[in-house]
């Protein structure tokens, strides 16, 4: 069962400090947000049960672990395909190399932003995984040239 949370001034201060540092301890976030321990303590909680926040990570850069090569693509599947939609889904979700999956207006049905080592790997994930998924008529891909703005932080404040 979800818990329905108020998303207050200060539910919103909570959570944006812990976007910016989602490490720190109960104390430091009462600090950072002027409350005391225990009632921030029991509104984080609060924010967990609602699924308001989703889990805490670590943000890796890519590049440093070898995933030089980001990828836009737009994908489009055949609209009379039997189960194509629930097919793509399924391999995206299961995909290691797909960061992000959109279902989209314009273009392409999809827009699936995509890592890998280089341009062989990602023509391999291509011909392995998409290609070979029944239903996807076409891709269009753009290669990222360098990152303008990278944000994970929503605007909350």
């Known amino acids: 069962m979800t818990l329905t949370v108020t998303i207050d ?16 301890s109960a104390q430091q976030l009462a600090d950072n947000v002027g409350l005391s321990a225990t009632p921030v303590w029991r509104r984080v909680k609060e924010l967990e049960a609602s699924g308001v926040i989703r889990g805490y990570v670590a943000l890796l ?5 070898g995933l030089s090569i980001c990828v ?14 629930e097919q793509f889904e399924a391999m995206a979700k299961s995909s290691p190399e797909i960061m992000e999956c959109h279902s989209t ?3 392409g049905d ?20 998409v290609f070979k ?3 996807v008529a076409n891709v269009r891909s753009s290669v990222v040239l360098r990152e303008v703005k990278y944000e994970t ?4 404040d």
């Open 61 to 65: 850069d890519r590049e440093k672990l």
């Open 153 to 156: 932080a929503l605007p909350v």
């Open 133 to 135: 998924t029944p239903g």
């Open 72 to 85: 836009l693509a737009h994908v489009t599947l055949v609209r009379h395909s039997e189960g194509a939609v």
């Open 110 to 129: 999809y827009l699936i932003k995509v890592v890998a080592p280089d341009m062989k790997a990602y023509d391999r994930f291509l011909q392995d995984k």
């Open 9 to 24: 001034r200060v539910a919103r201060r909570i959570a944006a400090a812990l976007q910016r540092d989602g490490r720190q």
């Open 105 to 107: 207006t314009g273009e």
